[in-house]
């Protein structure tokens, strides 16, 4: 399978064929720790509900941990990547380097 082949795949899994679902694991990726819903919806400008749809796949899938959680603000929702997510991003982004690599381009 070329990385072009695997990226599709990847691509076409349920939790990361959309932009916004893959957005939001790269952003969790290098918050790399617990984030607030309200930070997150500020930070990527979505509606609360098409967040709240987008994390609620993403945490049946096992990628981010999303839960209520007492915070400095009080309780709060709260996202943070999974190693699991974490191994996903870190796929998509080394399949991102191979191909731009092959291409003769700078990762």
Same mark, same amino acid.
């Given at each position: 399978?070329?990385?072009?082949?695997? =990226?599709?795949? =990847?691509?076409?899994?349920?939790?990361?064929? %959309?932009? +916004?679902?893959?957005? @939001?694991?790269?952003?969790?990726?290098?918050?790399?720790?617990? $984030?607030?819903?309200?930070? =997150?919806? #500020?930070?990527?400008?979505?509606?609360? %509900?098409?967040?709240?749809?987008?994390?609620?796949?993403?945490? !049946?899938?096992?990628? @981010?941990?999303?839960? #209520?959680?007492?915070? !400095?603000?009080? +309780?709060?929702? +709260?996202?943070? @990547?999974?190693?699991?997510?974490?191994? $996903? +991003?870190?796929?998509?982004?080394?399949? =991102?380097?191979? @191909?731009?690599?092959?291409?003769?381009?700078?990762?």
């Amino acid at each position: 399978m070329t990385e072009f082949d695997e =990226l599709m795949r =990847l691509l076409g899994t349920r939790a990361l064929s %959309s932009g +916004v679902r893959l957005g @939001i694991l790269i952003a969790l990726y290098v918050v790399d720790g617990y $984030i607030t819903f309200s930070d =997150l919806q #500020r930070a990527l400008d979505l509606p609360k %509900s098409t967040l709240h749809e987008h994390l609620q796949i993403l945490a !049946e899938e096992g990628y @981010i941990e999303y839960r #209520r959680a007492i915070t !400095e603000r009080g +309780v709060r929702a +709260v996202a943070k @990547i999974t190693d699991k997510g974490r191994g $996903i +991003v870190r796929r998509y982004l080394d399949l =991102l380097r191979r @191909i731009y690599q092959k291409q003769g381009e700078p990762p």
